[in-house]
């Protein structure tokens, strides 16, 4: 059973960075394309970043191209996501997420993900 666990969230100052962690188990990693959510309250998920399997293809919201960067590290089954120049607006629990099917484009459609972990709260202080 795929297992995803995510660490690295907390309360930074608005301008602040913070690199979330998320690691993957019950499967070979490196087949999978890996996927970074968020939620507000009140809000739909959304995606924030997604990552093809070798690394070579990426999607990333608008509101956070230039300052997130999702990344993994394949020996270690671990996907990153560094946060920088935080805003309040980036206040949610964010989630890790891996689809079923091996070697499939990094979606930012909700539905394409089957595996989540259990979120991660991130908070940005104004």
């Known amino acids: 059973q795929v297992q995803l666990a995510e660490s690295g969230g907390g309360l930074v100052q608005a301008g602040g960075s913070l690199r979330l962690s998320c690691s993957a188990s019950?499967?070979?990693?490196?087949?999978?394309?890996m996927g970074w959510f968020r939620q507000a309250p009140g809000k739909e998920r959304e995606l924030v970043a997604a990552i093809y399997w070798n690394s070579g293809g990426f999607n990333y919201a608008d509101s956070v191209k230039g300052r997130f960067t999702i990344s993994r590290d394949n020996a270690k089954n671990t996907v990153y996501l560094q946060m920088n120049s935080l805003k309040p607006e980036d206040t949610a629990v964010y989630y890790c997420?891996?689809?079923?099917?091996?070697?499939?484009?990094?979606?930012?459609?909700?539905?394409?993900?089957?595996?989540w972990g259990q979120g991660t709260q991130v908070t940005v202080s104004s």
């Open positions: 019950g499967r070979p990693f490196s087949s999978y394309s």
């Open positions: 997420a891996a689809p079923k099917r091996a070697y499939s484009l990094p979606s930012r459609f909700r539905a394409d993900y089957d595996y």
